[in-house]
Antibody, heavy 123, light 106 residues
Framework: QLQLQESGPGLVKPSETLSLTCTVS??????????WGWIRQPPGKGLEWIGS???????YYNPSHKSRVTISVDTSKNQFSLKLSSVTAADTAVYYC???????????????WGQGTMVTVSS | IVLTQSPDTLSLSPGERATLSCRAS???????LAWYQQKPGQAPSLLIY???SRATGIPDRFSGSGSETDFTLTISRLEPEDFAVYYC????????FGGGTKVEIK
């Protein structure tokens, strides 16, 4: 059964770079039918998509964060990663990684999610 | 595309019918509309994709419908485990989530 697990520091200082990794187990990240995405949820608030990546390295980002976000993939480790630069307190959130279906011509929903990891931005 | 969900909170009793609304700021194909359920302390889980298709293992008391700018998630008879927050999501033009509707026990 496919599982996703987020990992990374739980505390990041303002102006620094938030770095998280999602490890995929129980299946290959290199399957052609899926993108792999990052979604976050500030405490007590709703969900916000950050961006997604294909195993080939093709990315697409939320325009609201595009200037600060880099998502990369390491197929040899079955992992993909998120870097968010110049963080502020507004970036404090639970960060989820998730699998997103891809038909070949259009994107689909997020069908498998990691449990999420809380990241706090504070000095 | 902005998704507006209503109401913010729905107070109902077990066994009652729940009707949740998701309104889009622009027309979207129902092909690109999904619904998720989130319970406290848990990740969201996919309920409905393609506007009306139930995800694997989702009971048939959950149904999705709608078109263009107005979409609905209906829970025909609320079970105790259905009290949660529900989000709609569109993935036809970039990707956005609605603000959520909390279904609470009356």
């Amino acid at each position: 059964q496919l599982q996703l697990q987020e990992s990374g520091p739980g505390l990041v200082k303002p102006s620094e770079t938030l770095s998280l990794t999602c490890t995929v187990s129980g299946g290959s990240i290199s399957r052609s039918s899926y993108y792999w995405g990052w979604i976050r949820q500030p405490p007590g608030k709703g969900l916000e998509w950050i961006g997604s990546i294909y195993y080939s390295g093709t990315t697409y980002y939320n325009p609201s964060h595009k200037s600060r976000v880099t998502i990369s993939v390491d197929t040899s480790k079955n992992q993909f990663s998120l870097k968010l630069s110049s963080v502020t307190a507004a970036d404090t959130a639970v960060y989820y990684c998730a699998r997103q279906g891809f038909s070949g011509s259009y994107f689909m929903a997020f069908d498998i999610w990691g449990q999420g990891t809380m990241v706090t931005v504070s000095s | 595309i902005v998704l507006t969900q209503s109401p913010d909170t729905l107070s109902l009793s077990p066994g009652e019918r729940a009707t949740l609304s998701c309104r889009a700021s622009q027309t979207i194909s129902s092909t690109y509309l999904a619904w998720y359920q989130q319970k406290p302390g848990q990740a969201p889980s996919l309920l409905i994709y393609g506007g009306s298709s139930r995800a694997t293992g989702i009971p048939d008391r959950f149904s999705g419908s709608g078109s263009e700018t107005d979409f609905t998630l209906t829970i025909s008879r609320l079970e105790p485990e259905d009290f949660a927050v529900y989000y709609c999501q569109q993935y036809g033009s970039s990707l956005t989530f609605g603000g959520g509707t909390k279904v609470e026990i009356k």
